[in-house]
């Protein structure tokens, strides 16, 4: 069997979908029955690396809104290179352009088609455009829907990450929809990461609690709604620690150069050591409504972290009363209770409750296996691979 990704993400920094693509190749090592696998990313530069089974292509795109995130514009040379590798089945991990290579790629061989849907691009666009009024919120929301439903109903397959996607999705016309979750790496992302001279270097106190944010830092994620709530908060009793990359990158590092009690960490590109920052701290907090899944919040359950998220996200389907609580939606009020109530549960007790519930259900190898059975159940259908646009 050969697959072949094309995705969207930038090798410099974090985001789902790269931790997603870093895990599959990783899980492909293993695999007897994966004979090639080829990796299509947007980048600055063309470039072939050549890892085991996987053939990483880069080709060169231009630059998005994102720092180190390119879009494809040469679809007809990526459809060249992905027809030239012969893949038995596509799987697309962008809801831009790259879509359209599949389509493009696959109008003289029919192959199953499977696209995933990692980001809410619908309800991302309509929250950055917010400020801009109702009207013109809803007519963009409206206009990327359109787009997306048009991609979407031409997969083979679709994957979602959480339910709520799928209404949205059926309403859109596409009913070919399959749920699976996103994984961790159990092995990495543990609580024996902790480290004991973590609090001492960011002179941080013992009876202090703190918060955790690691994701990407731009508009969508919310991080303005956290840092309100945090604000809420007794003062001095939380210490806010910020992780990631991204175009609000300066606007949260100026935040916690004027804030004592927030700290800004950079991006961590090792994900031993910002295993050590989940497994070090006390609270991890995902302020977004939008996120599909919330990768980063698996991570920090299986490094032994409760998680305070949004009652109107994906995160909301892996957080269960156990391993952490759920805030209404913009209420940085009720975000604030929660992260006090949070974080007032008994802390080592709670490590082991959290790494379970992560290692039960969400190991890679255990995400992948299914991914893999419903490839081979789509090359064995004969199915015809999209429909023509």
């Known amino acids: 069997m050969t697959i072949c990704d094309l995705a969207l993400y930038s090798p410099e920094t974090s985001s789902g979908v790269r931790t997603y693509i870093e895990n599959r190749i990783r899980y492909i090592r ?4 994966v004979e090639k696998h080829v ?3 947007p980048g600055t530069e063309d470039q072939v690396v050549v890892q085991h089974r996987t053939k990483l292509i880069t080709v060169r795109g231009i630059p998005s809104f994102y720092p180190g995130v390119s879009l494809a514009i040469n679809i007809g040379r990526i459809a060249e290179i992905v027809e030239r590798e012969a893949p038995d089945v596509i799987e697309v991990n962008c809801q831009y352009t790259l879509p359209w290579v599949a389509f493009l790629a696959t109008r003289r061989r029919r192959i199953p088609v499977v696209g995933v849907y990692h980001t809410d691009v619908p309800a991302c666009a309509r929250h950055m455009v917010e400020r801009a009024g109702l009207p013109l919120s809803n007519l963009v929301e409206k206009i990327v829907d359109a787009y997306v439903g048009l991609v979407y109903r031409h997969f083979t397959l679709t994957i979602v990450l959480n339910d709520g996607v799928i209404r949205r999705l059926n309403r859109l016309g596409v009913d070919r929809i399959q749920r699976l979750p996103c994984g961790v790496d159990i092995e990495i992302f543990n609580p024996e990461r902790i480290d004991l001279d973590f609090r001492k270097r960011l002179s941080i106190r013992s ?6 944010y690691v994701g990407r830092l731009s508009a969508e994620k919310e991080i303005d709604l956290l840092l309100e709530s945090h604000s809420k908060l007794p003062p001095g009793e939380f210490v806010l620690l910020i992780a990631g990359d991204g175009p609000d990158k300066e606007a949260i590092e100026r935040y916690a150069d004027s804030h004592i009690s927030v700290r800004y960490l950079g991006h961590f590109d090792s994900p031993s050591e910002l295993a050590s920052v989940y497994a070090s701290s ?3 907090v995902i302020p977004s409504r939008h996120e599909t899944f919330g990768m980063a919040a698996l991570e920090a359950l299986a490094c032994g972290l409760p998680v305070v998220a949004i009652d109107e996200s994906g995160t909301a389907s892996i957080v269960g ?3 952490g609580v759920l805030a209404h ?16 549960w008994p802390r080592d007790k709670l490590r082991d409750i959290c790494r379970a519930f992560a290692a039960k259900s969400y190991s890679w190898d255990a995400v992948f296996h299914e991914y893999f059975d419903i490839y081979r159940k789509l090359i064995g259908t004969g199915l015809p691979s999209i429909g023509r646009p």
């Open 30 to 33: 293993s695999r007897s029955d």
């Open 282 to 284: 006390d609270v991890f």
């Open 329 to 344: 939606a913009g209420d940085t009020g009720d975000m604030a209770c929660k992260i006090r109530e949070v974080s007032q």
């Open 321 to 323: 009363p156990e391993v």
């Open 39 to 41: 990796v299509i990313v």
């Open 207 to 212: 009876d202090q609690k703190i918060l955790l």
